[in-house]
């Protein structure tokens, strides 16, 4: 409950005096800051508005008195902000709120309290991942960071409701749950907005048993799982028809939070959804909000943290995981109420190849000797094979039982293109220099250096935690001169459109490229200023359409609204509209069928022209092994196998 941090504190000190100054410009601007108040400082000319603003004046005399009066009255506000600052650094409060949703006053609102205390942090950190977006994208407009800089804090808050509710968070009753029937959808079906449906679902999962959910992207996967869960028909307003019973409980009649002592549910976007500071605080806060003793909370926590290996990441700050361990820690999160039915999608999405082996035994454990009904949404599905009981396969508009011999089929069916051939030319496209990325006291990637002829396609392999995503995004917004050159160019020193000419990367977060609010206004802003440049066209085909035309219902639909993969596709189009002497991808196949897959890599193999170079960093062994003409590997921050190393 009680720890010292000062990042809070310095945050509400800056926003305090932002805050003072704010109301210092705006005094000046409406009306001056002054008149009649000593000596005038600056004499500006008063502007009458005409109607329907006639009462409004701008500007006017400034003197320092006026200042003065102005500034002091924006002190007791910015008093309260420095308050809540010192309270925040001193007390966990997030962790009070949540003892507060079991009993006492605050039950009501405390959901409201802690979805307004976790968002302005959001809001603050949304405004740092657009900057480094508009970067990304060459964006110039300050009006380009309203839309997303929103958005991502909409959707955090939304996020972290949505994770609270499966995780009993201000729960009015608790469903004991019945072990012997877990999952059954008797004519069941499931509509969404008339954009999706899925008909005649008749399943019947028993206790023990692991089953996975396969299907192309967007199919619906994840609105399956929600519908078990309960945020389909209660949070994201789907509509069900039929019968759907989640461990005895009537899904229609019952909330997400009644069941969540027997359903455990690990989201796509687990960072979104996190809800405590600590990953101590995370795993546990499923057993904090049911006022659960902490000595009974700290061993729960410990005891899974051995069992999925964590025990180094429990007193780690939530923000300071890499994407493969947040996954790890959301999967101890949904099992710390001993779950009846675990819920989880794409579990190996952002995972290294020793943490998807730790995550399928242990899912397998959990279903074959702790009894625990596990269902999986998941392209990956190889993993699998040794520990799923049976596949549900999703093929429009309708649920499927298929062998796993027609799953493998299916994957063995990916079209891979032919590794390309670097060009041989003794001037390399690209050199790294030495490149050092640091976070804070961590040293992220430590002085890399390599060269990248034309035409090649490399793979970047490393555990999570490694330094692929760190030294991506300083190849492409280097800090310092001389240490990314690409085509000739000293890359420091590029101006932001001539630099995505040279380098453009589609990051980890990729929906922090999303900046307008149809997929058509997207492609649009995409194309703006580049000669020959038809993002549409490139989006169309990276899903597998022969134009653009024939996705258009795709186009005009929000690009939030989109299933991951389609919009890991759209941003991918957004990047190389700009044709890039060097494409970045961070993790390319995450959150993609296998026919999206060999799209994908026909597009990344199209990019590495006879002019052009690709890095991925992936996961992904059988897309690396297909398509990558050389393998870097990093392991804490440097090359283990650095080729073509700058003497």
């Not at 293109?417 to 430590?446: E, M, T, W, Y």
């Not at 002497?581 to 026909?602: F, M, N, Q, Y």
Request: aromatic share 4%; net charge neutral.
């Amino acid at each position: 409950m009680f720890r010292l941090r000062l990042a809070p504190l310095r945050a509400a000190v800056m926003l305090a005096v932002g805050f003072v100054l704010l109301r210092v410009v705006y005094r000046v601007v409406f009306g001056g800051a002054g008149a009649g108040l000593g000596p005038v400082l600056l004499d500006l000319p008063r502007l009458q508005l005409d109607a329907p603003f006639s009462h409004i004046t701008l500007l006017g005399p400034i003197t320092l008195l006026g200042l003065g009066n102005a500034a002091l009255s924006a002190l007791p506000i910015s008093a309260v902000i420095v308050f809540f600052g010192l309270l925040n650094a001193i007390i966990n409060v997030q962790a009070l709120f949540a003892r507060g949703a079991g009993r006492g006053p605050l039950r009501a609102i405390s959901r409201s309290l802690v979805i307004a205390w976790a968002t302005f942090p959001a809001l603050l950190e949304s405004v740092r991942r657009v900057r480094v977006a508009r970067a990304l994208r060459g964006e110039r407009s300050i009006a380009s960071l309203l839309v997303p800089v929103f958005e991502q804090t909409i959707e955090r808050a939304l996020a972290l409701a949505a994770s609270m509710e499966t995780r009993g968070f201000a729960a009015a009753r608790v469903v004991p749950g019945v072990c012997e029937a877990p999952v059954v959808l008797a004519d069941a079906g499931l509509n969404f907005r008339g954009d999706w449906h899925l008909d005649d679902l008749n399943v019947t999962l028993a206790p023990g048993s692991l089953t996975v959910i396969v299907g192309a992207t967007g199919s619906g996967k994840t609105s399956l799982l929600h519908s078990m869960s309960g945020l389909f028909q209660h949070f994201y307003d789907g509509v069900q028809h039929g019968s759907i019973d989640i461990a005895g409980a009537d899904r229609a009649a019952t909330p997400p939070r009644d069941t969540a002592g027997c359903v455990g549910l690990v989201a796509q976007n687990v960072r979104l959804g996190f809800a405590a500071e600590t990953v101590h605080d995370e795993i546990g806060f499923a057993l904090a909000v049911r006022n659960v003793a902490p000595s009974i909370v700290h061993a729960r926590v410990l005891e899974l943290a051995a069992r999925l290996q964590l025990e180094h990441l429990v007193d780690r700050p939530i923000e300071q995981l890499s994407a493969g361990e947040a996954s790890l820690v959301a999967i101890a999160a949904a099992l710390v109420n001993h779950p009846i039915l675990l819920l989880v999608d794409e579990p190996l999405a952002d995972l290294d190849t020793n943490a998807r082996e730790r995550v399928c035994t242990v899912l397998g454990q959990l279903a074959h000797e702790a009894g625990v009904c596990v269902v999986i949404a998941e392209h990956n599905t190889s993993e699998f094979a040794l520990v799923a009981d049976a596949w549900l396969q999703i093929r429009g508009s309708r649920l499927h039982e298929v062998p796993l011999e027609q799953v493998l089929t299916t994957d063995d069916t990916e079209d891979t293109a032919p590794k390309s051939n670097a060009s041989a030319s003794a001037v390399p496209l690209a050199s790294i220099r030495r490149l050092s990325v640091r976070h804070k006291d961590h040293l992220a990637v430590d002085a890399v250096s390599f060269n990248v002829p034309a035409g090649e396609l490399i793979a970047l392999r490393g555990s999570n935690g490694a330094g692929k995503s760190s030294l991506l995004r300083a190849i492409a917004l280097p800090t310092a001169a001389d240490t990314v050159i690409v085509a000739g160019h000293d890359v420091h020193s590029l101006k932001r459109r001539t630099r995505r000419q040279a380098v453009a990367l589609v990051p980890e977060n990729f929906d922090d490229l999303l900046f307008a609010i149809t997929v058509a206004e997207e492609c649009r802003r995409a194309d703006s200023g580049l000669t020959g440049a038809d993002t549409a066209q490139t989006f169309a085909r990276l899903l597998g359409f022969d134009t653009a035309a024939d996705a258009t219902p795709l186009f005009e639909r929000h690009p939030r609204d989109l299933s991951a993969g389609e919009r890991l596709c759209l941003v991918m189009a957004i990047q190389l509209a700009a044709r890039p002497a060097l494409l970045l991808v961070d993790e390319p196949t995450r959150g993609l069928d296998h026919r999206a897959r060999s799209l994908v890599s026909a597009a990344l193999f199209t990019a590495a022209g006879h002019s052009a170079a690709v890095i991925f960093a992936t996961h992904d062994d059988d897309f690396a092994q297909s398509l990558a003409s050389r393998t870097l590997r990093m392991h804490a921050g440097r090359l283990t196998a650095p080729i073509g190393v700058l003497s």
